[in-house]
Every structure is written in structure tokens, then in C-alpha cells.
């Protein structure tokens, strides 16, 4: 079975990202799943700490036996997005044993999420997590720069914040990072933020972003790492694309899918209905937005 490591590498030498969903309530894997095989695609299914502690994934363990139960193998893996070092509320998190223990129960690649802290302590703690998941065979992915939206309170207005390009990874700091922590892919801030996580902002629109392109190629050229966009609903399309093309070998795509669970509960008034409006937004999201249908066989080659 090909690795998520090599998976990574094909989609990046092809120019492709390889779009990884987040599970945020436990009933929409099937239908995610069942959507990148209908489409001969490929993805990672992915679940953060936020997916477990603020919505309904409960827990790695519950979504992993969720997987587990509707995996194709020639369409998915497993993957664990953000567990933090220090979490969106500024508490401490025992980082090491959640990693650890996903990784005994089969999640096939991890990230450690340690850019709240200052670069030196990011590198330390990426390098202890890319060690014990090195050992296990599998690939370590971390994050260099500000990718807002995860904290409570109002983000800062966006066009202020992309002209500036304040937050932005910068590429001395990430030719360092990647050298000296021995992560695998790199998550990279150029423009793109995350869906709003608080009980307030959870169910809003995300503001339309964009992407600096000319950055992220440098970014690309400096890491000679697979690069990571996070935050990847709600980016303009033509910058999605062409950021394919520049360097982003994988794309999170969190709130749209989740947003159209819980709409579709609230409406269809069934867990199958809501099941339904995943199983559709996933469809249009591969098909009509970033255009991976039939791609399984140039990634699994
Ligand atoms: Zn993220």
C-alpha cells in the first residue's frame, strides 16, 4: 500500500493537492468518503483536537474505528490534523501522548501545531513529535506563521492583514524550520485563515481569502517540502488552483463541509439528511471546485 509520504510527494510532483476533510461530528465520514470514491479521487480524512473538544468527533480513537468501518484504501487515509502545543485558549496540551497515541491506533500521518510559540520551541517540540512518528513510519506535518481564525474574538479585517502580510511564513525562518525540526510537509501562512471555531462565529460565512503566490513559491523553493494550506474553504478559486501548482500538495477543508452537516441536521431534522448535504458538498468541493475527479490513478501510479 502506497505510504501517505508518498502519496504527498506524487501529488506535489504532479502539481496537485490532495484535499484532506475534517471530520467534526463522527456520521460524516461515510458520506466523505463515499464522495472521493464516486469521484475516483483521492483524500485524507483528518480530525483535530478542535474537531474533538468543540464539536462531535469525540475522540482520534471514535473517528478512527469510524474509518475503519467505511475505508476504501485506494481512495483514503488517515490523518491527524492540529493537536496543539498550546491549544486556541492559551492552554497547555499533553501533545506528545494524544500523538503517540494515534499513532499506535493506525492514523497514518500527524501534525503538531506548535506555531504559538516562539521559533525555537516550534522547532524543539516539531522535532521531538517528527521523531516518534519518524520511528513509526510515518510523516510529521507542522506549522510555521499565524493561520488566524481558530481563537475566539473578532480576526483582524482581512484586507488589512493581507496587505500587510502580517502573520505570513517567512522564508529565512522556514528554510531553518524545516532543516532543523525534520517535519515532512509544512503548513504555510500566505493569506489563508481558518473557519471561526467559537460558539459566536462557528456558523458564519468565512470572509473570501487570498493568496500570496509569488510567497508561496518562494516558501516552496526555500523548504523543498510538500506544503500545506490551511483554512482551504473559502480561499478565491483561481488562487486554490494555482497554488497547486506553486508548491500546496494538501488542502484542509474544514468549515464547508462541517457547516453543511449542521445545516443539513437543522433543515432535513435526520442525521441521514444531514449525511446527504456532506455527501453533496464533498461531491461539488472535488468535482466542480478544485477539479480531482479520476485522479486515484495518477496518485496511486
Ligand atoms: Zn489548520
Not at 219 to 242: C, D, F, Q, Y
Request: proline share 4%; hydrophobic share 40%; with cysteine.
Amino acid at each position: 500500500m502506497k505510504s501517505s509520504s508518498e502519496i504527498i510527494r506524487t501529488a506535489r510532483s504532479l502539481g496537485i493537492g490532495i484535499p484532506a476533510f475534517n471530520i467534526a461530528h463522527l456520521p460524516m465520514t461515510e458520506p466523505v468518503i463515499r464522495a472521493v470514491a464516486d469521484q475516483d479521487s483521492f483524500a485524507l480524512i483528518e480530525v483535530s483536537r478542535i474537531d474533538w473538544m468543540k464539536f462531535g468527533a469525540k475522540s482520534p480513537a471514535a473517528v478512527i474505528d469510524e474509518f475503519n468501518k467505511w475505508v476504501k484504501p485506494d481512495h483514503v487515509r488517515m490523518h491527524l490534523d492540529h493537536v496543539p502545543v498550546i491549544d486556541e485558549d492559551g492552554k497547555r496540551v499533553d501533545y506528545r501522548a494524544v500523538i503517540s497515541d494515534a499513532i499506535s491506533r493506525g492514523y497514518q500521518s500527524v501534525m503538531v501545531d506548535a506555531s504559538r510559540l516562539p521559533l525555537e520551541e516550534n522547532i524543539r517540540a516539531t522535532r521531538e513529535v517528527a521523531e516518534i512518528a519518524h520511528k513509526a513510519g510515518v510523516p510529521c506535518e507542522s506549522e510555521l506563521g499565524a493561520v488566524l481564525g481558530h481563537e475566539a474574538g473578532p480576526l483582524p479585517p482581512y484586507e488589512e492583514l493581507f496587505a500587510s502580510g502580517k502573520g505570513f511564513t517567512r522564508p529565512e525562518e522556514a528554510a531553518r524550520f524545516v532543516r532543523e525540526s525534520g517535519c515532512d510537509w509544512l503548513s504555510v501562512a500566505i493569506g489563508n485563515i481558518h473557519g471561526a471555531v467559537s460558539e459566536a462565529t462557528r456558523d458564519q460565512k468565512k470572509v473570501e481569502a487570498r493568496l500570496a503566490l509569488d510567497h508561496l513559491e518562494t516558501l516552496a523553493k526555500v523548504t523543498g517540502v510538500p506544503l500545506v494550506l490551511h483554512g482551504g474553504s473559502g480561499i478565491k478559486r483561481e488562487h486554490v488552483l494555482a497554488s497547486m501548482k506553486k508548491g500546496i500538495a494538501k488542502i484542509n477543508v474544514g468549515t464547508e463541509i462541517r457547516q453543511a452537516y449542521e445545516t443539513g441536521l437543522k433543515t432535513g431534522g435526520s442525521v441521514a439528511a444531514a449525511q446527504d448535504a456532506v455527501y453533496e458538498r464533498t461531491v461539488s468541493l472535488i468535482r466542480d471546485w478544485f477539479g480531482l475527479s479520476g485522479i486515484r490513478s495518477r496518485i496511486l501510479a
